[in-house]
């Protein structure tokens, strides 16, 4: 029997095609249910406060620099959105005097506009954030070189290649989108081959870093969270690390502290992680094949699923 059409929209693949019973199961988990979750290899982490939270991810970044040597070099690969660990990331480094000159950063994604990546002169430039929030502002005696920087071009051969290069990546970190995607690995649209079902996990983890069209609310919700709800002003398109590199990395740390996604979205792909269900519609879900997975919450921005009218 087909699989449904997306709520959405049905041009695409979704969280909406799924079971109705899988659907209602993860909206029934009360986050007491949720911190239930954990299992080997996937682990779920609650904060009780916004600091404690986004110190947590900023001490991801140290640990991984910390390792880093001259002969074995490490790296972290970070996220936009959240953004709010960066600034913290280079006072630690400044205030610890930390040499990361042999660490490595690779940007997670870029938009794609005009034809290539976007620029960093552009406002909306993910490449300028993490400039301008983190590594403009480690004291430059300290800082890795431009060299040991890989952002995410429309050639995307040079920052596919650094993934290769004998750079041990400790951690990828991530947030979660409305469409439940890690950087921008949206569901594909429902067209072509994948007009009945979606590709299967196998299939959907040989992507490499890429050109990606962007999910309807994909861009809806970075309208809203970058760009004040001027969905106008928001790409379509966008140049994203693939699974490829992600199973790469050693471990997966997601961050999750209610300004992204939804109640709903939080607790889902937590579910199906833990339940070891991947599907390609739930690009998330397909860190449940990852060996080393760990969902982080602020517990107060879990919110609930109940219907309550406004």
């Not at 040079?158 to 921008?184: E, L, P, T």
Request: charged share 20%; net charge neutral.
């Amino acid at each position: 029997m087909p699989r449904k059409l997306s709520s959405i929209s049905p041009d695409w693949w979704d969280y909406t095609t799924l079971d109705a019973d899988l659907i209602a199961a993860a909206a029934r988990l009360a986050p007491r249910d949720l911190e239930r979750l954990s299992r080997p290899g996937f682990k779920v982490v609650m904060y009780d406060t916004l600091a404690d939270f986004y110190l947590a991810e900023a001490l991801e970044y140290i640990t991984a620099w910390r390792q880093s040597t001259a002969d074995n070099p490490v790296g972290i690969c970070g996220p936009i959105g959240p953004t709010e660990q960066l600034p913290l990331v280079a006072r630690i480094v400044n205030a610890l005097g930390l040499d990361i000159r042999s660490g490595h950063f690779w940007g997670m994604d870029e938009w794609f506009l005009d034809g290539r990546e976007m620029p960093v002169t552009h406002p909306l430039s993910f490449e300028r954030a993490d400039r301008e929030l983190c590594l403009d502002r480690i004291d430059k005696k300290l800082r890795m070189s431009d060299d040991n920087l890989h952002f995410p071009k429309a050639d995307t051969a040079a920052y596919r290649q650094s993934w290769d290069a004998g750079i041990r990546c400790a951690v990828m970190q991530g947030g979660q989108g409305d469409v439940k995607h890690w950087a921008f690995n949206d569901p594909p649209q429902r067209t072509g081959k994948y007009k009945d079902s979606p590709p299967t996990p196998a299939e959907y983890l040989k992507l490499t870093t890429r050109v990606v069209k962007l999910h309807p609310l994909t861009v809806a919700q970075n309208a809203r969270t970058s760009g004040g709800g001027n969905i106008a002003l928001v790409p379509t398109m966008a140049i994203s690390v693939g699974p490829a590199e992600t199973w790469k990395a050693e471990k997966v740390s997601i961050w999750q502290a209610g300004q992204h996604d939804n109640p709903f979205g939080q607790r889902l792909t937590a579910y199906m992680i833990s339940k070891r269900m991947a599907d390609a519609a739930v690009p998330m879900s397909l860190l449940a094949l990852h060996p080393n997975v760990q969902f982080n919450y602020y517990r107060g921005g879990l919110g609930s699923c109940a219907v309550e009218m406004h």
